[in-house]
């Protein structure tokens, strides 16, 4: 039993993303520069670095919008730096995983209004922190697993465990990249 399972929930979901997180940070430390802002895999021809930075980007509206309780995911700042820079994102990811620690012991009893355009305009609905932390955490998985698909389009073989795969996949299945 992980000892993560009789953690208070909220503790246990930033628990998650910071693991997640870790293997962000992993992973930036092993590829190099090159690697980080390669456009050469299609079919989207997007980088390493921009699937990061978009990821980040997610979290940053959630911490953006928390004090004006309206989260607008369509209002990224798409931070180039992030994209480019290995070290600007690792440095960046710290301070998130600082920030999302900061959360632990904050009363999130309440709802928070959260705005996405699915494709037909902007629509706003209610959440929870930890609801929007839990979408946060699978969205990365999904970059993650985008990731993973460059690297091996690159013929780059680097193994984190589980990085890019939905904890519910099955073991056999769950090799990582």
Same mark, same amino acid.
């Given at each position: 039993?992980?000892?993560? +399972?009789?953690?208070?929930?909220? $503790?246990?979901?930033?628990?998650?993303?910071?693991?997640?997180?870790?293997? /962000?940070?992993?992973?930036?430390?092993?590829?190099?520069?090159?690697?980080?802002?390669?456009?050469?895999?299609?079919?989207?021809?997007?980088?390493?670095?921009?699937?990061?930075?978009?990821?980040?980007?997610?979290?940053?509206?959630?911490? +953006?919008?928390?004090?004006?309780?309206?989260?607008?995911?369509?209002?990224?700042?798409?931070?180039?730096?992030? +994209?480019?820079?290995?070290?600007? /994102?690792? +440095?960046?990811?710290?301070?998130? $995983?600082?920030?999302?620690?900061?959360?632990?012991?904050?009363?999130?009893?309440?709802?928070?209004?959260?705005?996405?355009?699915?494709? $037909?305009?902007?629509?706003?609905?209610?959440?929870?922190?930890?609801?929007?932390?839990?979408? /946060?955490?699978?969205?990365?998985?999904?970059?993650?697993?985008?990731?993973?698909?460059?690297?091996?389009?690159?013929?780059?073989?680097?193994?984190?465990?589980?990085?890019?795969?939905?904890?519910?996949?099955?073991?056999?299945?769950?090799?990582?990249?």
């Amino acid at each position: 039993m992980y000892l993560t +399972s009789i953690l208070p929930m909220k $503790q246990r979901i930033i628990s998650s993303i910071n693991h997640n997180l870790n293997n /962000a940070v992993a992973l930036l430390k092993v590829i190099d520069s090159t690697t980080y802002k390669d456009t050469s895999v299609g079919p989207y021809y997007s980088s390493i670095g921009s699937h990061i930075r978009h990821t980040l980007d997610f979290f940053d509206c959630i911490i +953006s919008g928390l004090d004006s309780n309206n989260i607008d995911l369509t209002a990224r700042k798409r931070d180039e730096i992030l +994209s480019t820079n290995k070290e600007s /994102a690792i +440095s960046y990811i710290y301070k998130l $995983q600082e920030t999302l620690l900061s959360f632990i012991d904050v009363n999130t009893d309440y709802l928070i209004h959260v705005t996405d355009d699915m494709g $037909q305009g902007k629509i706003t609905v209610n959440y929870t922190l930890e609801s929007i932390l839990l979408h /946060a955490n699978s969205h990365t998985v999904h970059h993650y697993a985008t990731i993973g698909y460059i690297l091996n389009n690159l013929g780059i073989d680097i193994k984190i465990s589980g990085f890019g795969y939905n904890p519910t996949t099955p073991v056999n299945k769950r090799e990582g990249i």
